[in-house]
């Protein structure tokens, strides 16, 4: 059974940074995918990318791409999301999330963390 | 990958069935067994319904079943009941680039 517990609400300025981070517990960290998604108020959800530990290299929602890093702390396994260029329509709820049941299912989730952007 | 596109409410009184569907809008949308539906309550994290397009998860009611015809994936929600309100997602994964995409998500509403 994995847990995943993330950090805590944010509030940040306009064009400045958010990093999110999501600490699991239960599994074998590295060879989990854990995605980041997200959900503005009264939105649907949208996904925003994936990293695999063991695989480095991350994969991002082309709608994100040059603005999202995605990394991972094995050491303490941890996932991050580092979103950038903050607008307000990035306030949002963010969720990482990680597959169970089958590679293609995001089983597990956090509990979410609330980025508001505002000036 | 496509967008996939859900309707935005439905409703159904008790016991009734419903049908929420969640169509691809390109040619070569991928696998529709790869197919994953969520349920969310507001403030909550979604929580997997459905997987692989027919599959559920231990202890997910029997009332929710998978379908799969075509370029439309479905969820069905029998004998409805009070505490299924709530808004409904499908998902769709492309394994060969590590991806997923989501409708936009279904209202349900219990009349």
């Known amino acids: 059974q994995v847990q995943l517990v993330q950090s805590g609400a944010e509030v940040k300025k306009p064009g400045s940074s958010v990093k999110v981070s999501c600490k699991a517990s239960g599994g074998t960290f590295s060879n989990y995918a854990f995605s980041w998604v997200r959900q503005a108020p009264g939105q649907g959800l949208e996904w925003m990318g994936v990293i695999i530990p063991i695989i480095p290299t991350p994969n991002y929602a082309q709608k994100f791409q040059g603005r999202v890093t995605i990394t991972a702390d094995e050491s303490r396994a941890t996932v991050y999301m580092e979103l950038s260029g903050l607008r307000s329509d990035d306030t949002a709820v963010y969720y990482c999330a990680s597959p169970r049941y089958s590679s293609s299912s995001l089983g597990y989730w956090g509990q979410g963390s609330l980025v508001t952007v505002s000036s | 990958q496509s967008a996939l596109t859900q309707p935005a409410s439905v409703s159904g009184s008790p016991g009734q069935s419903i049908t929420i569907s969640c169509t691809g809008t390109?040619?070569?949308?991928?696998?529709?067994?790869?197919v994953s539906w969520y349920q969310q309550y507001p403030g909550k994290a979604p929580k997997l319904i459905i997987y692989e397009g027919t599959k559920r998860p231990s202890g997910v009611s029997n009332r929710f079943s998978g379908s799969n015809s075509g370029n439309t994936a479905s969820l069905t929600i029998s004998g409805l009941q009070a505490e299924d309100e709530g808004d409904y997602y499908c998902c769709s994964y492309a394994g060969s680039n590590i991806n997923w995409m989501f409708g936009g998500g279904t209202k349900l509403t219990v009349l």
């Open positions: 390109s040619s070569g949308v991928g696998s529709y067994n790869l």
